[in-house]
């Protein structure tokens, strides 16, 4: 049981949002789409099951960073890619 709950705990983040509060995420996976690199993450602390989707960028001495997707095709792209495969993990809605 305690393996189980040390593998949760890995797979948390915790990021900064605008206002400066610490937000934490499941990490659920990395896509690469047109040699970019994507996170795939689901709010720590939100039920409704939605999926952020950040742009992973270079790493500085800060460590990595992210950013917002504007591009609602890059979006599509990248959660279809998701859906695909864990189409056996989870279960998606019709119409996600």
């Keep these: ?21 610490d937000v934490a ?4 996976d ?3 789409y047109e040699d ?3 996170v795939v993450l689901l709010p720590a602390e939100d039920d ?4 952020v989707i950040l742009q992973l960028e270079e790493e500085d001495e800060d460590g990595e960073s992210y950013a917002g997707v504007e591009d609602d095709d890059v979006l599509e792209a990248v ?6 495969r864990h189409k056996e ?3 998606f809605m019709d119409g996600e």
Aim: net charge negative; proline share 0%; hydrophobic share 40%.
């Design 79 to 84: 959660f279809r890619i998701f859906k695909e």
């Design 36 to 38: 970019k690199e994507y």
């Design 89 to 91: 993990d989870f279960n």
């Design 25 to 28: 995420f499941e990490f659920l």
């Design 48 to 51: 409704s099951g939605e999926v």
């Design 1 to 21: 049981m305690q393996d189980e709950m040390n593998m949760e705990l890995d797979n948390i983040i915790t990021l900064q949002d605008e206002d400066g509060q």
């Design 30 to 32: 990395l896509v690469i």
